[in-house]
């Protein structure tokens, strides 16, 4: 009984202390993505994508882009342009306003996924 309980012991405290494998390195000639959706001829974001680099800076549908980096962009082409220069893995400063505040946070840029073109013209809301 006491060998049972022992082996058992054994088998649990293994199990816990088992390492856990790290997250592959960024993709050193890929381009840079936040995962956000902005409506038609605004700054506003229609949609943060999940488990995107927006969605882990907590950024959320609603706020607005004020500055990205060292941009001031006037349009969503200028942020897409900027970030798709960059490489993932990239720590980039993001100011959004939401509501009357304006909310400064640090974004750790992703990979642009493979299939970025089809996932940039799917429709945001579903046809009726």
Do not use: C, W
Request: hydrophobic share 40%.
């Amino acid at each position: 009984m006491v060998r049972s309980l022992m082996i058992a012991m054994f088998f649990a405290a293994t199990a816990v202390a088992a390492p856990v494998p790290k997250s592959p390195p960024p993709d050193p000639f890929g381009q840079g993505y936040l995962g956000v959706r902005v409506t038609s001829g605004t700054m506003t974001l229609s949609v943060v994508e999940p488990n995107t680099p927006a969605a882990n800076a907590r950024m959320k549908a609603g706020d607005s882009l004020v500055k990205v980096g060292p941009l001031q962009p006037q349009e969503f082409e200028e942020v897409r342009q900027l970030i798709g220069g960059m490489r993932p893995g990239t720590i980039i400063k993001v100011t959004v306003r939401r509501g009357n505040d304006d909310v400064q946070t640090q974004i750790v840029l992703g990979a642009r996924p493979a299939n970025f073109d089809q996932l940039s013209t799917l429709p945001i809301e579903p046809f009726p």
